[in-house]
């Protein structure tokens, strides 16, 4: 059984090195995990994302902390399978987080208890590692307008995926009960993935779940302004033209925009150090 700390135990809240019990962080998946719509220049590969930020966590105070992150966007979950998996248990870490389906979830046709037995299949063999999982369900995407006539799609995989983490005794991040997720500037402008914000809040509740005490304050969203019409079509109109229309083409060409991506944190290493990261794409979605 997975071994979580306790914050509370006796003598913890003096020693950051006791609050939890992991030295080697290897986080897996697609666009979400890769950090794609929090653009940060200073980061590898230009985005941070919740992934570095619960890292970034998971560091402070611990000298031999390490960290991975083998995301790349566009992947779907069985090229995660094939590309992460292996390099994954190479690295040796004993926390994985995982959150993988999204982009097949999404597609036309895209059966969500066939992308479950996927997502099986892959658990069964990051569980050899011993490593504690931290697996994510998808959001409750009700209210954005690219995502949400699939919301019921996304309920059914999401119950797979309880019933997976639970097979494997790992832990559940719910970004499904993330209600701050619903607000708008919780999304980047492709109205796909997340933006700072967004990262920020799922960084935070990904360490809630870990029950790892951190200072990351749950970020409320401001006062939404109200729009017009005219201006609302025109927003469309922006989206349609610069993240709608290219991603229509790339399903037409068979393409996907982690084409010629490398994972931007391919070795574990401490968080501060410096590593080698992917070359530069452009966000867009996938």
């Not at 105070?61 to 991975?68: K, M, R, T």
């Not at 790349?72 to 979950?77: C, D, K, S």
Request: aromatic fraction near 6%; glycine fraction near 8%.
């Amino acid at each position: 059984m997975n071994n979580i700390a306790n914050p509370l135990e006796e003598g913890s809240l003096t020693d950051n090195a006791l609050l939890h019990p992991w030295r080697r962080y290897v986080a897996l998946g697609d666009s979400f995990t890769e950090g794609i719509g929090d653009v940060d220049p200073s980061s590898p590969g230009g985005y941070r994302g919740w992934a570095d930020r619960v890292a970034e966590q998971l560091s402070q105070g611990i000298e031999d902390f390490a960290y991975a992150n083998l995301a790349i966007r566009g992947r779907l979950i069985a090229q995660v399978f094939d590309e992460q998996a292996g390099p994954a248990l190479e690295l040796k870490p004993d926390l994985i987080s995982l959150c993988a389906g999204g982009n097949d979830v999404i597609r036309p046709g895209g059966d969500p208890d066939a992308i479950a037995d996927k997502l099986d299949a892959l658990m069964r063999i990051l569980a050899t590692s011993g490593a504690t999982i931290l697996l994510f369900t998808g959001p409750d995407i009700r209210d954005t307008p690219v995502l949400g006539g699939i919301r019921g799609k996304v309920a059914i995989y999401n119950e797979n995926v309880r019933t997976i983490a639970a097979r494997y005794d790992a832990v559940v991040a719910d970004m499904w009960s993330l209600r701050e997720l619903h607000q708008p500037q919780m999304w980047a402008d492709d109205r796909l993935h997340f933006s700072p914000l967004g990262h920020h809040t799922i960084a935070a509740m990904a360490l809630d779940a870990l029950n790892v005490s951190h200072d990351l304050q749950h970020a409320r969203p401001g006062e939404i302004e109200s729009k017009n019409w005219r201006e609302a079509r025109r927003e469309d109109l922006i989206w349609a033209r610069t993240h709608l229309a290219p991603w229509v083409l790339r399903r037409i060409r068979h393409q996907s925009s982690g084409d010629g991506i490398t994972p931007k944190r391919p070795l574990a290493v401490r968080f501060s150090e410096p590593t080698v990261g992917p070359s530069l794409g452009t966000e867009s979605i996938d």
